[in-house]
């Protein structure tokens, strides 16, 4: 056997003695303790469990409170000041839930919706004031007619105004069960909507690969490499022999 032989046969020992010696080593480190993707994981799985905890504990809001608690104020108005107060206390929750729909989009159309309704209780607010005045106007000509001994007439007069203030009570009421439907309604639509968005985030993560995949696929195309690169240096070798 040749000089060149016997290098050629040493040079390939020592390459097959330092990938074994590299595989143990790899084995040794992988042995030792977490690879990168399971301390990934791992952090990964605690943010997790931090945020729900935290979601479960904070109070969520309950943005179709406003408009009820403005109708039955509404509702229990007995006098023009009182209708204005009740007024004012919308206008100041439609200023309230425009600033919230800047800082919770995810609520955006169920503030909305609130803040729809208490545009509404402002309009009727101002409705019920003309109607009280109306009553007022009706309850003085009913007085003056008594005094003036038309009691026919001042009958026929309280009847109609016990009728008006009977209407006017029955599309109060009306209000405040809409706001209570409507409240519902949109409760109801944004437990969908959430539950949509759930489906979509778990569906766009089954579809992306995993970390695990990648890191699987990347350790094989490293293996593949290294075990390529011997190969290739013993086909290159030169067989002086003939």
């Known amino acids: 056997m040749s000089g060149m ?21 790899a084995r040794e480190t ?13 952090a990964k799985e605690k943010a997790d469990a931090a945020r729900e905890k935290f979601n479960s504990i904070k109070p969520k809001p309950r943005y179709g409170d406003a408009p009820m608690e403005a109708y039955a104020r509404l509702a229990r ?6 209708v204005s107060a009740a007024a004012g206390f919308a206008r100041r929750q439609i200023a309230r839930l425009k600033a919230a729909k800047q800082t919770d989009p995810d609520n955006a159309k169920r503030i909305q919706a609130a803040i729809n309704q208490l545009q509404k209780a402002v309009v009727r607010a101002g409705k019920k004031n003309r109607e009280l005045e109306r009553e007022k106007t009706a309850q003085a000509r009913q007085k003056k007619l008594m005094q003036e001994k038309r009691t026919r007439e001042a009958r026929r007069q309280k009847q109609e105004l016990l009728r ?30 959430m539950e949509l968005r759930e489906q979509a ?35 290159g070798a030169i067989d002086l022999q003939a």
Request: aromatic share 2%.
């Open 5 to 25: 032989e016997v290098t050629s046969a040493a040079s390939r020992q020592a390459q097959s003695a330092a990938q074994a010696q590299s595989a143990a080593q």
């Open 30 to 42: 992988r042995d030792s303790g977490p690879s990168l993707y399971e301390l990934m994981r791992d």
């Open 77 to 82: 108005a007995r006098r023009p000041s009182e």
């Open 164 to 193: 008006r203030q009977a209407m006017r009570h029955i599309r109060e009421s009306g209000y405040l069960r809409e706001a209570e439907m409507d409240n519902r309604m949109q409760s109801h639509i944004a437990a969908v909507d």
């Open 201 to 235: 985030q778990k569906l766009g993560a089954s579809l992306q690969p995993s970390m695990e995949a990648v890191a699987r696929q990347y350790a094989a195309e490293s293996a593949a490499a290294e075990s390529a690169a011997p190969e290739a240096a013993a086909g």
